[in-house]
């Protein structure tokens, strides 16, 4: 018979993976943040347009970097690089904060998903007659009379 106790623990356990890997691949794919002067106002997006790119795309491309779309007047270089370094910082800050949610689901889900019985619920051996049950249902032989 197993324990209801640790079908909820194993429960639990899945619950956590499940969770935490969501949580993990949805920063991966959430927009980064633009950058704003102290006014306010929106200086630079992290990706290509008037949109920014999620962490994996700006890591993997720092050129998609930009200050607002094709159509506006060309950024200085100095000014580009400076806006590649702040997304690709935004992204590798994200990239992490993914990494170590998602090893934390694991270290603590794992374990509770392969939660052992313990030993006294454990099945006999193979080829053990299993003990014969009274009609009380403790051990021992049922006597006939």
Request: net charge positive; proline share 8%; charged share 15%.
């Amino acid at each position: 018979m197993r324990s209801g106790g640790r079908d909820f623990l194993r429960l639990c356990g899945v619950a956590i993976v499940v969770g935490g890997l969501a949580a993990a691949l949805t920063l991966l794919f959430i927009p980064l943040s633009v950058q704003r002067a102290s006014s306010g106002q929106v200086i630079g997006w992290c990706g290509p347009g008037f949109h920014s790119a999620n962490a994996l795309q700006v890591r993997i491309d720092p050129g998609i970097v930009n200050t607002g779309g094709g159509s506006g007047p060309s950024v200085p270089a100095a000014q580009q690089r400076k806006f590649e370094q702040f997304c690709t910082h935004k992204a590798d800050g994200q990239l992490v904060e993914a990494a170590v949610i998602a090893v934390l689901a694991l270290l603590i889900g794992v374990p509770m998903v392969a939660a052992r019985r313990r030993q006294d619920e454990t099945p006999a051996a193979p080829g053990a007659d299993p003990p014969s049950l009274s009609s009380s249902g403790t051990p021992g032989n049922t006597v006939w009379k």
